[in-house]
């Protein structure tokens, strides 16, 4: 679906209202916070798995898990201007081809890369016709795809309806550190590695042009780019980030069935990066955490995107920066 929703006016600001699917963050840094803030988040990060208890631990990696998988979400959604709601099939695809091979034995580091590469073909394949499609069109049939996985998973995949258990990359000895720990510091260096190229990619010729077909591709297409290459593109590179995501959460739990990964996933993963707000990298962690810890997901996340939407458009980022003007507002 494009994000060419007409803008309004915010009532409590007068401010130009972003339209859903703007990126809030073009003119920003990536990190727009003080430099030492960065020093103290990654500080903090790292010392989680030897403060927090097991279980708590794995929400916490469960966290670092979507944001992955936001990330690669806000690519289309926030840079690109289109909405996809088959975001979850693909992060099912990259859980099921990492499932599968190491159920076959192959060593754990192996299915990372593969994972990413399985969902990253299936969405250049996919991807290419779907996004000369807008509008409602495009949100049907990305729509579609998020339907018919999940049974296909179900009749193709080994394990069938009762899902595939798998093992879990264990600690190495050498290293004194809990299976769970070692899952978290694996998780959570790839979601560095994944936040680092991702700002590298936005932040390159490519991901400029992608950000100049979402505001006008009449003009763009005039100046010489291609919007089906470039958009496909980016669907592609969005499904790698949620097949990586998927591998992410084979490592984590151990375990994968077809009924993790339904349409309902793709619409609160679309819901967490909204909510969270578009374009910035606090989002994709707020996004991932409404994600982890929503309640009844496919009903909440619904009814917190429409709330979201009518109260904050720029999700909860968006708003958290604007509240010292209403606070200066209100005290005059």
Avoid: N
């Amino acid at each position: 679906m494009s994000a060419g929703v007409s803008t309004g006016h915010d009532p409590g600001t007068g401010h130009r209202r972003p339209a859903v699917g703007q990126y809030a963050g073009d003119r920003r840094r990536a990190w727009p916070y003080p430099r030492w803030s960065l020093g103290v988040a990654v500080a903090g990060a790292v010392s989680v798995p030897f403060l927090v208890p097991p279980y708590p631990l794995h929400q916490v990696t469960l966290v670092l898990v979507y944001v992955v998988a936001l990330l690669g979400l806000d690519l289309v959604a926030g840079h690109g201007g289109l909405i996809s709601l088959g975001h979850g099939a693909f992060f099912g695809v990259g859980a099921y081809a990492a499932a599968i091979l190491l159920s076959s034995g192959v060593p754990y580091p192996v299915t990372l890369p593969v994972a990413g590469l399985v969902a990253y073909g299936l969405g250049h394949a996919f991807g290419r016709p779907a996004v000369r499609l807008s509008g409602v069109y495009l949100a049907v049939v990305t729509f579609a795809v998020a339907v018919a996985v999940p049974p296909l998973i179900r009749r193709l995949a080994p394990g069938g309806a009762m899902g595939l258990p798998v093992r879990t990359p264990a600690a190495p000895s050498l290293t004194g550190l809990a299976d769970d720990q070692w899952v978290y510091l694996l998780v959570l260096a790839v979601a560095a590695a994944a936040f680092t190229l991702m700002r590298s990619v936005v932040r390159s010729s490519w991901g400029r042009a992608l950000v100049a077909l979402r505001g006008d591709a009449g003009a763009a297409e005039i100046l010489g780019m291609r919007p089906a290459a470039i958009r496909a593109h980016a669907f592609a590179c969005s499904a790698l980030y949620a097949g990586l995501a998927g591998c992410l959460f084979t490592w984590t739990t151990g375990f994968v069935a077809a009924e993790s990964f339904t349409v309902t996933l793709s619409i609160t993963l679309l819901a967490g990066i909204v909510i969270g707000g578009l374009g910035t990298v606090s989002g994709a962690v707020i996004g991932a955490v409404v994600v982890t810890f929503l309640p009844a997901p496919g009903l909440v996340s619904g009814l917190a995107l429409i709330l979201v939407l009518a109260v904050a458009p720029s999700g909860v980022t968006g708003l958290a920066r604007r509240a010292p003007a209403f606070l200066r507002k209100d005290r005059r």
